[in-house]
């Protein structure tokens, strides 16, 4: 299916507090609200990516912004879903299969811990759409055919086992996907998948836009406009 023109998807990692961000993954708890309060206030709702792609095909996605989350921190559990219930909005998480319970040891930040398997079915009970971003974290590229598609299949295996429903979509660790990552996500049975900047966005490599603890009104603003922007430039 054509995803052109692509509709707004935000990209957030850890919602937190925070001392040291080295690799500036992680929003306040306060300001994480604020983006929110400013979403609605804007007439916008977050929705997890499998509602916003249905709405997209139908049509129907207009006011509705995908609001994604990398990595399954444990924050998202006791931070971020809280603050969405209290809006009625949904999200996806996409979740390291491997390391649930443990931490992002693939990660030279600050140690932070990741959800258990009973938060991530509490999340999804929720209404939260759980998705994979692979079994390690590893960057897909590197991997040989086997280990890419243990990654794609095993994570997602696995996942379902865990929520006891479908995994249909997949986020590629750290971007990282070329022409070969994309056509085995697809060969996989993945409805689709989240990128940040591809070259070629695609229903399996959907563009994303970041989203970080300086992105206060104004900054909000510019990105959702220059999102506008591009979006307008490719039809
Ligand atoms: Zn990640």
Redo the contacts with the bound molecule.
Sequence with gaps: MDIRPAPLVLMY?SVDHFDEDPHLVTVSPARFERQMAWLRARGLRGAGMSELLDAHAAGRSRGLVGLTF??GYADFATRAVPALVRYGFGATV?V?SGRIGTYNAWDDGPRKPLMTGEQIRTVAAAGIEVAS?GRH?VSLPETDDTELREELEESRAALEDLVEAPVTGF?Y??GHATAREVEAVRAAGYDYACDIGPEEPARHALPRTYVGDRDGPVRLRLKVVRHELRRRSRV
Excluded: K
């Design positions: 990692h990398d990595d996409f390291v971003h974290h986020a660790p750290y």
